[in-house]
């Protein structure tokens, strides 16, 4: 057997042939990655979700099954959907942040107003 086998042909045990749909996506060095792939949709359903993409598309659909499997491994009961409150809460402070540095800014100015004194706002900003 060849050592260049990818690692879905490793994981089954068997040869790995020069036109293997698995192979430029899941190299042998990486196994753990086409494991927990396979663990949730399983090595049939994976190879032919391939065979119906086109070859350029392949590689973002790839990326997106082992995203959402890992995250679905992580969180049995929402996956990645999992993720949108936390995404939802960070969004907030960081909105709240940004109010709270204009509000500064615009402090900063009105006392340099105040004063008299000339106020250079960058470009951008």
Known sequence: MSSKRCAVCKY???RC???CIFSPYFPPNNPQRFTCVH???GASNIGKMLEELNVE???IAI???CYEASCRIQDP???CVGLIPWLEHELNITQTQLAKTRAKISFVHANYVARGEPFIQQSGV
């Open 77 to 79: 009961v929402y996956g």
């Open 12 to 14: 089954f045990r068997r």
């Open 63 to 65: 990326e997106t099954l």
């Open 17 to 19: 042939p020069p036109d």
């Open 39 to 41: 663990r949730i949709y």
């Open 57 to 59: 598309d392949r590689v």
